[in-house]
């Protein structure tokens, strides 16, 4: 699967899913861009910390993704629980199972995670 697909592939999910709201579609989307103040607010405004698009990418898989540091480290302050954190890390996208840490280094993003 080509790098590009991956983003189409998720892009296509994100405007397809019927479950996700809207206020989850503008905090996927705002971490996918690196918008971090956008996010937090989001996120005070009830936005789902742990909303997946039907590819199961979370905002912390596109804020790798992308090379958002300040996303990543935002989303991160944001789980008190080690456990929660550790899951939510862990968690796989259901392309080819990725986690946000395979994701950023597949995109070459790999500075990120030093």
């Known amino acids: 699967m ?9 892009d296509e999910a994100l405007n397809n ?13 705002s971490s996918k861009n690196g918008k971090v103040g956008i996010m937090e607010s989001l ?4 936005a789902h910390l742990f909303a997946t698009d039907s590819h199961r990418w979370t905002i912390l898989h596109w804020s790798a993704a992308n090379g958002h540091t300040g996303s ?6 944001r789980i008190r ?3 929660k954190v550790k899951s939510f890390v862990n968690r796989q996208e259901k392309l080819v199972g990725f986690t946000a840490l395979h994701v950023c280094m597949v995109m070459l993003n790999v ?4």
């Open 43 to 46: 996120l005070d405004k009830g």
């Open 17 to 29: 899913d019927s479950e996700l709201s809207g206020i989850n579609i503008e905090l996927i989307l």
């Open 111 to 114: 500075s990120e995670i030093y």
């Open 2 to 10: 080509d790098l590009d697909d991956l983003s189409d592939a998720s």
């Open 72 to 77: 990543v480290e935002s989303i991160l302050r």
């Open 81 to 83: 629980d080690p456990g």
